[in-house]
């Protein structure tokens, strides 16, 4: 009866973990900001826990189109710690310590 017990425990958590490993891969990758480094960029980290593109990296603000949900424009003095973004990053900017990128557009989320 134990190992019944303990075989069922066993299924249900490899069930569990395999649907949360697909959950992670699969969900939109969002990006959180966490610091503004300088007037013209920010510290971004990603929601996601597995794969990440970039677990975190300074995106450049200058030449992006910036637009909330309902498409209207932003200026990026109006992003603030704490901002959910999703952002089509442009390939790597520059080389360093977090990641320099780069970015088409930034959607702001909240």
Do not use: C, H
Request: glycine fraction near 4%; hydrophobic fraction near 45%.
């Amino acid at each position: 009866m134990k190992s019944f017990v303990f075989r069922s425990i066993f299924i249900l958590l490899i069930v569990l973990g395999i649907t949360f490993i697909y959950y992670e891969l699969t969900k939109e990758e969002t990006f959180t900001i966490v610091a503004k480094d300088v007037e013209t960029s920010v510290w971004i980290e990603s929601n996601k826990l597995i794969n990440p593109s970039y677990k975190r990296a300074t995106l450049g603000l200058q030449y992006v189109d910036i637009v909330n949900i309902s498409g209207e424009e932003l200026d990026f003095r109006e992003l603030e710690i704490g901002d959910k973004i999703k952002a089509d990053l442009k390939p790597l900017a520059f080389l360093s310590d977090p990641p320099g990128l780069s970015a088409w557009k930034i959607t702001l989320l909240n």
